[in-house]
């Protein structure tokens, strides 16, 4: 399953609203998990099953979508979510990464 | 605490073998699948393999089958990823990852390691 990302990098500002698109190549249900990764650090589980809040993941981050198109929000943009963010699909083998969207803060 | 921990990364030759190590703490290691994946320098992530909780089924993505062979220890709590005929595209940070709910397949990676650096080249 071949997956896609859009935009590849945006910047926005502190307080802003932030999307990201992902899309499947096939229909995948809802076999999406969303990642952050910070510079320099490991991925991070933000939202799985395309749209369930990992356990101590703040609330400003959201998934939605089920199918081919998937959908990641930021309701305000922090700090510290400078990063690259990965959609993944687990609808089938070899699991699968989006290119990643990379978010700056203006 | 729950981490994970790599070693066995560093600087190979071409055509040569290295042997990376995940050494798991925190949670019932028997029960998780597992699963390596690769970053490429300034590049995305690429699953590589995974096995299930108990060692009974693998599976290896096309860039590496037939050259890399993921295993593992329950005894010593442990994850292995022999890598053979080593080219310079294998050149990443090689992470170890475990499954958030299952221990037969790799869906959700909800633990990490730090991440180990492979440098193939002469």
């Known amino acids: 399953v071949q997956m896609t990302q859009s935009p590849a990098s945006l910047s926005a500002s502190v307080g802003d609203r932030v999307t990201i698109t992902c899309q499947a190549s096939q229909d995948i249900s809802d076999y999406l998990n969303w990642y952050q990764q910070k510079p320099g650090k490991a991925p991070k589980l933000l939202i799985y099953d395309a749209s369930n809040l990992e356990t101590g993941v703040p609330s400003r981050f959201s998934g939605s979508g089920s199918g081919t198109d998937f959908t990641f929000t930021i309701s305000s943009l922090q700090p510290e979510d400078l990063a690259t963010y990965y959609c993944q699909q687990y609808d089938d083998l070899p699991r699968s990464f989006g290119p990643g969207t990379k978010v700056d803060i203006k | 605490e729950v981490q994970l921990l790599e070693s066995g990364g560093g600087l190979v030759q071409p055509g040569g073998s290295l042997r990376l190590s995940c050494a798991a703490s925190?949670?019932?290691?028997?029960?998780?699948?597992m699963s390596w994946v690769r970053q490429a320098p300034a590049k995305g992530l690429e699953w590589l393999s995974g096995i299930t909780g108990r060692g009974d089924s693998t599976y290896h993505a096309d860039s590496v089958k037939g050259r890399f062979t993921i295993s593992r220890d329950n005894s010593k709590n442990t994850l292995f990823l022999q890598m053979n005929s080593l080219t310079v595209e294998d050149t990443a940070i090689y992470f170890c990852?475990?499954?958030?709910?299952?221990?037969?397949?790799?869906?959700?990676?909800?633990?990490w390691g730090q991440g180990t650096l492979v440098t193939v080249s002469s």
């Open positions: 990852a475990k499954d958030r709910r299952w221990s037969t397949s790799w869906d959700t990676f909800d633990l």
């Open positions: 925190g949670f019932t290691f028997s029960n998780s699948a």
